[in-house]
């Protein structure tokens, strides 16, 4: 069955916002004389549970923390950290590509709409997509929830979608939904096990879409 809609996530597949989120908590922890265990970071990334489970682990080290006013202290870094970031290099030619070709696409992150839409705004792509789908309306990834929404609103099919994901609990979303799954890790995820992934690819630039549709 021919491919009609790409879904991408956003965090780390779109635009590489993960080296600046894992940045600033590691800037955090070493504030507060302790390291972030990157084994921890990895429990979490692709989810909705990173800031809860990172001000979890912090507290172990100081128990004084205050969560709250940490909270706008650590965005804001993040914010800073991201000020110049771009689309993922290859991204804007596969969107391009696929609007040439007339395919449906959407955006499914477990991340809020606060934090996708402006950011998708940012990098001058939102236009590009017919639906956003982020983890303040529906369950996070790995529950394929998410995917499942953005099946609905393009109005295809599982088995004529294909997904984009940068974590293996990305990927996990997908495959749960039933769609194909590319996974595109970045610096942070390359190392992770992607076994389960129909095809990896170590960026956007090593196949162009087309070479991956026709496949």
Not at 146 to 164: N, P, Q, V
Request: contains cysteine; proline residues 7%.
């Amino acid at each position: 069955m021919p491919t009609r809609a790409l879904v991408f996530d956003f965090d780390g597949t779109l635009a590489d916002t993960e080296s600046a989120v894992l940045q600033s908590w590691q800037e955090v922890f070493r504030e507060h004389r302790t390291e972030l265990p990157l084994a921890a970071w990895y429990a979490v990334i692709g989810t909705q549970h990173t800031t809860p489970a990172m001000f979890a682990l912090l507290a172990e080290h100081a128990p004084d923390i205050d969560p709250e006013a940490l909270r706008p202290i650590t965005k804001a870094r993040v914010l800073k950290l991201l000020e110049d970031l771009g689309p993922r290099e290859g991204v804007l030619s596969y969107l391009e590509t696929a609007k040439r070709q007339g395919l449906k696409l959407a955006v499914a992150s477990s991340s809020s709409g606060a934090w996708v839409n402006p950011h998708l705004e940012r990098l001058g792509i939102d236009h590009y997509f017919d639906a956003v789908l982020t983890g303040d309306r529906h369950k996070a990834k790995p529950d394929p929830d998410l995917y499942l929404a953005a099946l609905d609103a393009l109005g295809t099919d599982a088995s004529e979608t294909i997904a984009f994901e940068d974590t293996p609990h990305g990927v996990t979303s997908a495959k749960a939904a039933g769609l194909t799954c590319v996974a595109v890790p970045n610096a942070i995820t390359e190392r992770l096990d992607f076994r389960h992934a129909d095809v990896v690819l170590p960026s956007f630039t090593a196949k162009p879409l087309d070479a991956l549709l026709s496949r």
